[in-house]
């Protein structure tokens, strides 16, 4: 990847706004199934987590950021005894998803904030380049 020149700044704004993004993405998706429930443990849903790593351009000095993959938690779902739920397994338990709401509520809110300040300092280093080109 090759940062040099002036669209370094921004390429490294795109990249963290797209990580951010991809964070926002996972907590939805972990909102979304919370309260989901399974006939099986194996079978009901673990939230996921965004796993960011650093990205070192060597010959420019900058340092962004890439999503390094997304992964479940390794956490237990809930068995709940419900014998008259339709995925109720030969016991009459049901499994369910382990998401705290709250959580992903601060997680969504964290990668908004993230994301935010991203376009605010994009928005100043336009702002600043075109002030610049503006002199005579």
Do not use: C
């Not at 008259?84 to 016991?91: I, V």
């Not at 709401?101 to 993230?114: D, F, G, T």
């Amino acid at each position: 990847m090759s940062m040099a020149g002036p669209s370094s700044l921004f390429e490294v704004g795109h990249r963290a706004m797209s990580a951010q993004l991809v964070r926002m993405n996972t907590a939805a998706s972990n909102l979304a199934n919370a309260g989901s429930v399974a006939g099986s443990e194996e079978a009901a849903y673990r939230p996921m987590r965004t796993v960011f790593a650093q990205e070192l351009d060597r010959a420019s000095g900058l340092s962004s950021v890439r999503v390094d993959g997304v992964v479940r938690e390794d956490v237990a779902p809930i068995r709940r005894h419900d014998p008259g739920h339709p995925l109720a397994d030969e016991n009459g338990d049901v499994w369910e998803s382990p998401v705290d709401e709250n959580a992903e509520m601060v997680e969504m809110l964290e990668a908004s904030r993230q994301y935010r300040n991203m376009v605010e300092a994009l928005s100043t280093a336009k702002q600043l380049m075109l002030e610049t080109m503006r002199m005579k």
